[in-house]
C-alpha cells in the first residue's frame, strides 16, 4: 500500500472563526467551501476544517479535544518561527506553548487554532524544504 495521507479533516465549532485563522494566520486560500466545510490544497494532501456537528453525522463519532497529537508547520529558516506564530495568534490562536530550541535541535513553538487544534511552527536544520513546501527527512 502506498504510504500517503489524502486529506486531514479537523472538526470545528465555528466556521468563519476557524477560517479566519487559516486564511489569515497562515494566509491560505481556500480551494472549496460551503455554510459546513472549508477545504484547503495543500502540498500533496487536503486540509479540511468541518463544522462538528457534520463531522458527526458523517463518521458516527463526535469528535472532542485534540486526542494528543500536533499538526507541524515546518518553515525554512529559525527567523520564521515567532513571525508565523505572531500571526496566527493575530487570526485567533492561543499560544500553548513559547518558541524555544528543545534538545533535539531546531526552534519551535505551539499556537492552538480556535477550536484547540494543536500546531507545531518549527525550523529543523537538517530538513529541507522545496519550493512546493515539501518537507523531506534528513540533510
Request: aromatic share 12%; proline share 4%; net charge negative.
Amino acid at each position: 500500500m502506498q504510504q500517503q495521507i489524502s486529506v486531514i479533516t479537523l472538526g470545528i465549532d465555528d466556521l468563519s472563526r476557524s477560517r479566519r485563522f487559516y486564511t489569515e494566520g497562515f494566509g491560505w486560500t481556500p480551494v472549496f467551501e460551503n455554510a459546513e466545510i472549508v477545504f484547503y490544497q495543500m502540498n500533496g494532501l487536503m486540509l479540511g476544517t468541518w463544522l462538528k456537528s457534520g463531522l458527526a453525522s458523517d463518521s458516527g463519532v463526535y469528535a472532542s479535544g485534540t486526542g494528543g497529537f500536533a499538526l507541524a508547520h515546518n518553515v525554512p529558516e529559525q527567523a520564521d518561527v515567532e513571525p508565523v506564530m505572531a500571526a496566527l495568534m493575530a487570526a485567533g490562536g492561543k499560544l500553548t506553548g513559547q518558541a524555544d530550541a528543545p534538545l533535539h535541535g531546531g526552534f519551535r513553538g505551539y499556537v492552538s487554532d480556535p477550536d484547540g487544534h494543536l500546531w507545531e511552527v518549527a525550523w529543523n536544520p537538517v530538513w529541507t524544504i522545496d519550493a512546493q513546501g515539501h518537507v523531506t527527512f534528513g540533510v
